[in-house]
Every structure is written in structure tokens, then in C-alpha cells.
């Protein structure tokens, strides 16, 4: 017997197929204005929403590679603020779409902040097929550099917050999934030269 699915999700799951099935033309580039049209994208907020607050951080504007910070708001009293640990996420997608920034991943880290009681920096890669693989991993190598180099310092929501660097979790669905397996073995073979972000 097949599980029930409510109509809203079959809805969302038949726009979502019509999308992809036009969106991706025959000689499988992507027309991201089409796709754009869709996409519900929402704002950075400094304050809490679901008792979360998060701000955006750019690390590199030349390929629009920038991070998205979400910080549990019920910490801002001064407790639970020491060694709050750190999950880096990487959106799925196909490698082709997607971004923290969309309204489905901003909601998914704000569940995963407040459940967790952790920072979730959800990273903006670089997509397929404009930008071929390895630019996922680069970039996703490239934020652990950031936070390991003490990027976090200059973001305000995280004024009056202790990040323990040393538990670094990576996460992922789908093709974010497979980011996290090459960024993972990537930071461990450079291990040695890093400072505060373990692997």
C-alpha cells in the first residue's frame, strides 16, 4: 500500500517535476530565468524567526560564493552561548539548483539551528553545468579556510557566542551529500596546515 501524501505536498511535488523537466533544455544547460520565475527566495534576518536569527557573510563576490549564518536566538540571554558546535550544510539540488537563500533550505537550517542548538553556516556553491565539478569542492574547502581562519569573528549576530570550531560537523542532502564526502577527505589530507577547524 502506498503512504498517504497530503495534496498540498503532490501539488508541490508536480510544479517541482514540471519545473525540472522545463527548466533543463536538451543540450543540458539550465535557463535559470525560467527556473527563477519559481523560486522563492527569502532575506538574511537579524531577528528571530522560529527562535533563530541569521545573516549572510560573503567570502568570495567574484563567484558569488557566500554563507548563510543561522544562530539560535534563545541563546542571545547569555545561556547555552559557550562551545555551541558548528554544522556546515550543502544544500541539494542536482548540482544545479539551489541556495541558501531559497526558501526551503533557509526554513530546513533554521529547524536544524533550533533542534541541533548549533550554528549551521549553509553554504552558496557554485552550480552545474555553468561550473563543472571539482568548483563544488573548492568551494566548500574554501569556507572551511574562512572559518578556519577566523571569518566568523566579523559577523554580529554571533557577538556574545562561544563557536566551538573543534566540532565542525558537514552535512548534506542529495548532492550536498556528495560535497561533504569530497570536502571531507580534501580537509583531511591537508589536515596539518589547519588551526582551529578539526577533521
Excluded at 566540532?167 to 564526502?181: E, M
Amino acid at each position: 500500500m502506498a503512504p498517504f501524501i497530503p495534496l498540498k505536498a503532490r501539488i508541490q511535488l508536480g510544479v517541482f517535476r514540471f519545473l525540472t523537466n522545463h527548466a533543463i533544455r536538451s543540450d543540458d544547460t539550465v535557463n535559470r530565468r525560467l527556473y527563477s520565475y519559481f523560486q522563492v527566495l527569502v532575506p538574511a534576518d537579524s531577528k528571530p524567526k522560529f527562535g533563530v536569527s541569521s545573516a549572510d557573510a560573503i567570502i568570495d563576490s567574484t563567484r558569488n560564493l557566500f554563507v548563510r549564518i543561522f544562530v539560535p536566538s534563545d541563546s542571545s540571554n547569555g545561556e547555552n552561548t559557550k562551545n555551541l558546535p558548528l554544522v556546515v550544510y550543502f544544500h541539494g539540488g542536482g548540482f544545479f539548483f539551489g541556495s541558501p537563500d531559497l526558501a526551503t533550505y533557509d526554513d530546513w537550517c533554521r529547524r536544524l539551528c533550533s533542534g541541533l542548538h548549533a550554528v549551521i553556516v549553509s553554504v552558496n556553491y557554485r552550480l552545474s553545468p555553468e561550473h563543472r565539478c571539482p568548483a563544488p569542492y573548492d568551494d566548500g574547502v574554501d569556507v572551511l579556510r574562512f572559518l578556519d581562519s577566523g571569518g566568523l569573528g566579523s559577523i554580529d549576530i554571533l557577538s556574545g557566542f562561544d563557536v566551538d570550531l573543534g566540532s565542525c560537523f558537514l552535512a548534506g542532502c542529495t548532492a550536498g551529500g556528495n560535497i561533504v564526502h569530497h570536502v571531507a577527505r580534501r580537509w583531511a589530507a591537508i589536515s596539518e596546515s589547519w588551526e582551529k577547524v578539526s577533521s
